[in-house]
């Protein structure tokens, strides 16, 4: 039979057979372990042994030992132990073992890592005590102790101090070895840094007690629930709002407690509560008004916010935020019946004003019937008076005495004033009935058509008249106000006076004169009518003018007022929207 059909295809290629025979020929016998191949095709691990034959012999001879159960205990052997390796590098942890008998120990590199040292430097036993805090050392000590004594693993979390000063915190775990009668003769055991996790954990820790403390001093309920909406955490602000201790609600779902019915006193299952859908969809709920249920079954009308609690991705509970509102609710009760109170007094208040606008206008209209017969009475008995008195005057004067023809000449001059004074009258009573027609108006070139009559009257006054001023409104009933007032300033004025019409920057119009001016004390009579200010003998008027003035400027939505002080001229201002 071939040799070759022993060998495996691939040792075959790699002429295996042919260097055992080699190897066996140059140093008499050839040695090795590898697979074979049955007659069936199948493979099984072998020792084998070649050798050559005697001199007088041709050929070799190959003894095989069967080795396939061995080499597969071998394998799984390596398989586990490599399993071993890669886990505990993948979960950084570091193995060591210690000879009892001898104190010597043996550490992997993450071991020493896990006390800041490189991979080449020895860590030895006694630096392991060295570096650890002197407290965790008799800690660590009995616990090794304990754990050999009991033949049970210990577990223990210790503080260490590298090389470098730096401190860090180390999870070690051991177990004895013990020999044929019990002894134990060495240790064996797994170290892992922890410092992250210790610093997370005390970073937590410090943040929960932020939050308890947080939690109990806020005035606002607040709940913690699972995912079944039992409450697993409450604060003392909610014992408090609902009148049960901690140890009453805890493990309870909180709606069958706390919400479990409608005001109505309907029921309320948990599937219709939108504080429910933070446990099926992880929707959170802000501001949300309710009304809860205390323990002795009275209402409390609410807010409420909750949000989910999610873990590994998946919402695995809740928190809810409540707030007592009854304040509120009063409040908004008392507004609601104030702006009541309010509406009701603003419909008698507009009853009243239309009331009111209607006697108004009744009054209105029997001053205007008043004014028109005042108009169309008076005017005949005054004319007759006047012309009776001329003709006296003219006819008979040679007849009638000194004191006769004066007394006739008052009389004259008086219904010619009554005359006018009604004329003034009518004219006050028809500004206010005038509908206004809005337009631009050039207050520049109106003033200087109505000076053009004034120095006839006052040939000794000179105007100053800005240009370019301009203002929307009433022609006719503005050139009626520039009238008042140039003839005004202008009869006031000294001889060689000068009278100012113009702008100020803020927009305000002004007429100023250098005449006699007056006490500012009387500045509230100037635009009544009929009120003066000087005797009629020295300055003739009939003090209709300015009233007429102030009507105009009001009826344009402007104000005016004067400034003076006697002997010092007056200056007149006024706006115009």
């Not at 001879?61 to 159960?69: G, S």
């Not at 013990?178 to 410090?206: A, C, F, H, W």
């Amino acid at each position: 039979m071939p040799v070759a059909l022993i060998f495996t295809a691939e040792d075959c290629d790699a002429r295996v057979p042919e260097q055992e025979m080699t190897t066996a020929l140059e140093t008499g016998r050839s040695l090795d372990e590898r697979w074979h191949v049955r007659k069936d095709g199948s493979r099984f691990w072998a020792s084998g042994t070649v050798t050559p034959l005697k001199e007088e012999e041709t050929g070799f001879v190959k003894i095989l030992r069967d080795l396939t159960v061995k080499k597969r205990i071998q394998d799984a052997l390596e398989q586990s132990e490599r399993r071993n390796r890669l886990a505990t590098e993948a979960a950084q942890l570091g193995t060591w073992e210690l000879d009892l008998a001898t104190g010597e120990q043996t550490c992997s590199a993450i071991c020493k890592a896990n006390f800041g040292l490189s991979a080449d430097v020895d860590l030895t036993h006694e630096a392991v005590m060295e570096a650890l805090d002197p407290e965790d050392r008799a800690r660590l000590q009995a616990a090794g102790a304990q754990a050999l004594a009991s033949r049970e693993r210990f577990e223990i979390e210790y503080r260490i101090t590298w090389p470098d000063g730096s401190r860090h915190w180390i999870y070690g775990s051991g177990i004895g070895v013990y020999d044929d009668s019990g002894q134990p003769v060495r240790m064996v055991g797994i170290t892992r840094n922890i410092t992250q996790t210790k610093r997370t954990e005390i970073e937590l820790r410090q943040q929960l007690e932020l939050i308890r403390g947080f939690s109990e001093s806020a005035i606002e309920a607040m709940f913690v629930l699972d995912f079944e909406g039992r409450t697993t955490f409450m604060n003392p602000a909610a014992e408090k709002m609902f009148g049960y201790r901690q140890e009453e609600l805890l493990g309870r779902v909180l709606h069958d407690t706390l919400h479990y019915k409608h005001p109505d006193g309907t029921p309320y299952p948990l599937q219709d509560c939108p504080l429910g859908r933070v446990f099926r969809y992880g929707d959170a709920l802000k501001a949300h008004e309710d009304v809860f249920f205390r323990k002795d079954g009275s209402a409390i009308p609410v807010e409420c916010s909750n949000g989910p609690i999610f873990r590994d991705g998946r919402v695995a509970g809740a928190a809810l935020i409540v707030h007592d509102i009854t304040k509120r609710k009063e409040t908004e009760a008392q507004r609601v019946a104030l702006l009541e109170q309010v509406q009701a007094l603003n419909a008698d208040l507009e009853e009243r004003v239309e009331l009111r606008t209607t006697e108004l206008r009744a009054a209105v209209e029997e001053l205007e019937g008043f004014t028109y017969s005042v108009s169309h009475d008076l005017r005949a008995p005054l004319r007759a008076i006047v012309s009776t008195s001329r003709i006296l005057l003219q006819d008979f004067a040679d007849v009638l005495p000194p004191e006769a023809r004066q007394q006739l000449d008052r009389q004259a001059a008086a219904a010619s004033k009554l005359g006018v004074l009604i004329d003034e009258l009518l004219k006050l009573s028809r500004i206010s009935k005038v509908q206004l027609s809005r337009e631009t108006v050039d207050l520049s070139q109106v003033a200087k058509e109505v000076v053009v009559d004034i120095p006839a009257r006052s040939p000794s006054v000179t105007f100053e008249i800005q240009g370019g001023l301009a203002a929307k409104g009433d022609a006719r009933l503005l050139r009626l106000v520039l009238v008042n007032l140039l003839e005004n300033a202008a009869k006031f004025s000294p001889a060689g006076g000068m009278v100012r019409v113009g702008q100020r920057a803020d927009g305000t119009f002004f007429v100023q004169d250098e005449g006699i001016g007056f006490d500012m004390q009387y500045a509230p009579k100037l635009f009544l009518p009929f009120e003066r200010l000087v005797l009629d003998s020295e300055f003739p008027g009939t003090g209709i003018g300015l009233a007429n003035v102030q009507r105009i400027i009001t009826r344009h939505g402007g104000r005016i007022w004067a400034e003076s002080s006697p002997g010092k001229g007056a200056t007149f201002y006024f706006t115009l929207p």
